[in-house]
């Protein structure tokens, strides 16, 4: 991807009652990649949870946090499946990237 | 944190060949932690590793890629840890939270 962009560094703790969640987190990560502007996004969970997803401007963030099926997951995160969750919205700057040949 | 300030989103596929990767990474973010401008970081492994590290100011994320154990340990990650990386430098222009009561 070229900079600038913009990435949603989402990081989490789960609770205990995780049922459920696979299936919504593939269900929210497949309706993400239909939204427009998304251009990329990046899973990893060990402790704590991570996700970045990549869009081209603000706006789009802005809507896909506002889609409804989205809004719904939101709501069923802080209720059921996170102790702790925080976002930052950020402008990717610059990016560079090492592929062994 | 207040925004505005910088993340450094480490994005990293390992090769087989991990040994001395997890003291060096304990020794990396020992050291990281010690640098000015550090204001913080997050890891976690799956698939891909991510790692992201956040700083005051461009300049410090500049002083930290240059630190001369930190350009051992990329030298180190490019010949044997890593099959891929990818860094962008993003400045946090927002952050909201929730947590569990």
Redesign the interface.
Known sequence: MT?PYY?V?F?SKQ?EDTSGYSEMAEFIENLAKQQPGFLGI?????????T?SYWKTLEDITNWKQQTDHLQAQQL??SQW???????????????????T
């Open positions: 900079p990435a560094i990081t609770s990046d899973s990893a969970r060990s402790t704590i949870g991570i970045v995160g802080r996170y102790t702790f969750y925080n976002v930052k919205i950020c402008k990717v700057e610059r990016e560079y990237e090492f592929s062994a």
